[in-house]
């Protein structure tokens, strides 16, 4: 597999992604084909915008002929599809966009790969396709009960990828992340948004009790779990890649203040979202059959987080004072007045 289609390569895994895989080898190419919706940044992949090795194209995986056109021009070997809607809130808000790119789109580029005769096709998925747990930890085997539209659309994405594996003998495999992240994570999300409000001062919305329990899952590790699926995964299997760090999400919240020496009085507790999974886990024992372990703790991996933010406003303060303000307020206006 030497030369790599990587779809959303422009987002947060994605990008962080391209850049492990570039440090890690020298004898691949990677394209990155990304449609550049409000969470595709490319100055999530400036550093490495000159390497030779590098190619960008702009484009919707739900765009037909444009997928044919980089899988011919690019004589591309294996695909990693990173391309999603990934925000739960925003799911709810307005599902349309998360059924056309998360499953349609998955649907055009299967079908285009299978077409192309691509030796390997990964789908990057979730481990909310499982819905919640209360207890024990989520196998690859078990059910898929998904309970917000983004995690629906993630599971009909699998299923198709099943489905062609299944029905068109197609190589592909699937990994299962928990929750991720690292330096450039787009700040809708929980820590990104609570570690750029509270440089700022300003409160932390957090909802209902902030006792619901996430598996933490630092950005490089997973990326070095989809880079061992895609090289030793089995074909027509799934991994589930968790980060074996369950925490309630106020604790992590409470960690992140202390290191960034604030105030616990930012934490505002806000009405819940609704469908609102309570715990996530996983079983990771087939992805550490394969050989993968964690690079680092989980306390040294906040540390180094929250320094990314504190040492690189440029990124994310021009992020926040465009889309994100109308986003913003339409989801935690109400709340916290």
């Known amino acids: 597999m ?10 947060f895994i994605g990008s962080n992604f391209v850049r492990y895989m570039l440090s890690k080898y020298d004898d ?28 960008f194209v702009r484009g919707d995986i739900a765009d037909r002929n444009a997928v044919a056109g980089v899988l011919a021009a690019n004589r591309v070997d294996a695909v990693v599809n990173f391309a999603a809607e990934s925000h739960v809130d925003r799911s709810i808000l307005d599902p349309d966009a998360f059924i056309k790119t ?9 079908d285009e790969c299978r077409k192309h005769r691509v030796d390997r096709f990964l789908q990057v998925s979730t481990d909310e396709v499982y ?33 062609y594996h299944v029905t068109y003998g197609m190589d592909a495999v699937i990994t299962r992340g ?21 440089i700022d001062d300003q409160p932390l919305p957090l909802y209902g009790d902030g006792m619901q329990v996430r598996d933490w899952l630092y950005v490089e590790d ?25 925490r309630h999400n106020i604790d992590v919240i409470k960690q992140m203040l202390a290191v960034l020496g604030k105030p616990e009085s930012l934490i505002t507790l806000v009405v819940d979202r609704p469908g609102h999974d309570r715990r996530y886990a996983l079983d990771n024992a087939k992805l550490h059959a394969l050989g993968w372990e964690h690079s680092r703790t989980f306390d ?38």
């Open 2 to 11: 030497k030369n790599i289609m990587v779809t959303g390569g422009a987002g």
């Open 28 to 55: 691949i190419n990677i394209v990155v084909y990304d449609k550049l919706t409000y969470a595709g940044n490319l100055d999530n992949l400036e550093d490495v915008s000159q390497d030779m090795r590098y190619k």
């Open 102 to 110: 998360d499953v349609m789109g998955v649907y055009v580029l299967l």
């Open 131 to 163: 819905g919640t747990i209360e207890e024990g930890f989520f196998k690859e085997g078990d059910p898929l009960e998904p309970n917000s539209p983004y995690s629906a659309s993630k599971a009909g994405g699998e299923l198709l990828v099943r489905s």
């Open 178 to 198: 928990s929750n991720t992240f690292g330096p450039y994570q787009y700040p809708e999300k929980l820590l990104p948004l609570f570690i750029t409000n509270a």
């Open 222 to 246: 997973h990326c070095s779990g989809i880079d061992l699926v895609l090289h030793k995964g089995k074909a027509g299997e799934a991994y589930n890649l968790g980060g074996e760090n369950e």
């Open 300 to 337: 040294k991996a906040l540390e180094q987080t929250v320094s990314w933010y504190v040492e690189n406003e440029w990124w994310w303060r021009k992020i926040k004072s465009g889309e994100f303000r109308e986003y913003y307020e339409r989801q935690y206006g109400s709340r916290l007045k």
